[in-house]
């Protein structure tokens, strides 16, 4: 199981590394949209410390919709997706390796760079050392949660568009309590609330999303 | 005498049953609707705090419950006819959403009527109207997912699986913008625990019985219609009297 696991990752990561631009794109996406904030609602310190825990999990949100369009769409066209259907293997295990593959790729660069953009909107060392925990928490979800999307959506016409209408309602718990921890450090609340219920959403989603995107990923394929 | 219970299962034999209970819907729910709305407008009293402006929760109220009951029951049907295979569950759901959809969508502008002399706001961000906000976006998903898929079984498969992973989906979103909100601000008003006046709640309770016709009503007036375009090849189709003519 844990071998299937590692191999599948390995598979997704290489062929990643291969198209690196892909993978660059989504950073920079993220960056740009976090830069363009301050231009649109002006240069002011003390509004934008307010906004930067939303600015950037937002920001997150639309740059990881942007990369989930790739995440089954590459095997689909070259008929390897449906080699691993008709593999002996549990499909849930193949998808949750394909799962944490496109996180690699698509949500840890944007973890490891929100601090740097935190700190363009002055954001205390505190509240970024929360914004990284909930990044981390918080951005394997979206991954998750958006894989059942790109399954249901495989295949189709304006199928970008549609995933991120299917997805992003259902995204909305992990932003609010993502931005929640960071405000709460700023209030001087406690952060461990948000953060455990972000971790009991990851858990949720870790034991619920591979089965349920494995049978979307059998409806499309049939 | 055994029952057949399926017996309404097949698209066939249910085509003619709701064809013959759409009038009777329809003519209660606009007996409903024309009692409760005089009930609701001229009979009942003006409220002590809010003066005329609460009259359009007989309009506001009942459309919420119907966009979440809704929302259940489609997702119940997609699950039908996921599990069980059954054409007829998911020409249900189908037919459910665009009326779960209005339903929502008035929830939502009545909501806006009343909050602006209320609150002085369109919009506040409480955490009923934002989880309404995002059923109405859980419908609109639903409807765009089926109607960009041309295959038609597979359109009812993915949606279904859309409807219930949006119906366990619910609840943790209710509750956590029920806790984003409480952690803002409460809501400047609340109705406080005064009793409702007898008028009032007759013309409550009347509107929504007549807005569950209504949707019974239309819901089965838009499933004839699934049933005709997915079935027209059909020979029962085409030996029915109002195709024949």
């Known amino acids: ?222 | 005498m055994a029952i057949n219970w399926f017996k309404y299962s097949a698209p066939t034999t249910f085509y003619g049953l709701a064809g013959k209970l759409i009038p009777w819907f329809a003519l209660s729910a606009a007996i409903l609707f024309v009692v409760g709305l005089y009930i609701g407008f001229v009979v009942a009293p003006a409220d002590a705090q809010q003066g005329e402006f609460y009259r359009i929760i007989f309009i506001h109220v009942p459309s919420s419950i119907l966009s979440m009951f809704l929302y259940l029951i489609m997702a119940g049907y997609a699950a039908l006819g996921l599990i069980f295979n059954t054409r007829l569950s998911a020409m249900m759901a189908t037919a459910i959403a665009p009326t779960g959809a209005l339903f929502a969508f008035i929830s939502l502008w009545t909501g806006a009527l009343w909050g602006k002399p209320m609150w002085g706001a369109w919009w506040v961000w409480d955490a009923r109207l934002t989880s309404e906000l995002i059923l109405l976006f859980l419908y609109l998903g639903f409807i765009a997912l089926h109607a960009s898929i041309d295959d038609p079984r597979r359109a009812d498969r993915a949606s279904a699986l859309l409807a219930i992973v949006g119906s366990v989906n619910v609840p943790i979103i209710y509750f956590s913008v029920k806790w984003w909100n409480t952690l803002h601000q409460g809501s400047t008003i609340k109705f406080t625990g005064t009793t409702m006046h007898v008028a009032m709640q007759q013309a409550m309770f009347i509107m929504l019985v007549a807005c569950w016709l209504y949707a019974i009503a239309v819901v089965l007036a838009r499933v004839r219609s699934i049933i005709l375009e997915r079935e027209r090849n059909t020979v029962w189709i085409a030996e029915l009297p109002e195709v024949r003519s």
């Open chain 1, 1 to 222: 199981m844990l071998g299937l696991l590692v191999l599948v990752i390995r598979r997704d990561l290489v062929l990643a590394m291969r198209r690196r631009a892909d993978v660059l794109t989504t950073l920079i996406f993220f960056v740009m949209v976090v830069s363009l904030f301050p231009l649109g609602v002006g240069p002011e310190m003390s509004m934008l410390r307010k906004m930067a825990p939303g600015v950037l999990w937002v920001a997150a949100l639309l740059s990881s919709m942007l990369s989930l369009g790739r995440l089954f769409s590459a095997d689909y066209l070259d008929g390897t997706l449906e080699q691993m259907m008709l593999a002996p293997q549990s499909l849930s295990m193949l998808v949750l390796g394909k799962m944490a593959a496109h996180w690699m790729v698509s949500g840890l660069p944007l973890v490891l760079m929100a601090p740097v953009l935190g700190l363009q909107f002055d954001m205390s060392a505190q509240a970024l050392g929360v914004l990284i925990i909930g990044l981390l928490l918080g951005t394997p979800v979206l991954s998750m949660i958006g894989a059942i999307g790109a399954a249901l959506t495989l295949g189709l016409r304006g199928g970008g568009v549609l995933l991120s209408l299917l997805v992003l309602p259902l995204c909305i718990p992990v932003l609010i309590f993502g931005t929640g921890a960071v405000e709460a450090v700023s209030t001087g609340l406690s952060v461990t609330s948000h953060l455990s219920l972000l971790g009991a959403m990851l858990v949720f989603a870790l034991v619920s999303t591979p089965w349920v995107t494995a049978q979307a990923l059998r409806i499309s394929m049939e």
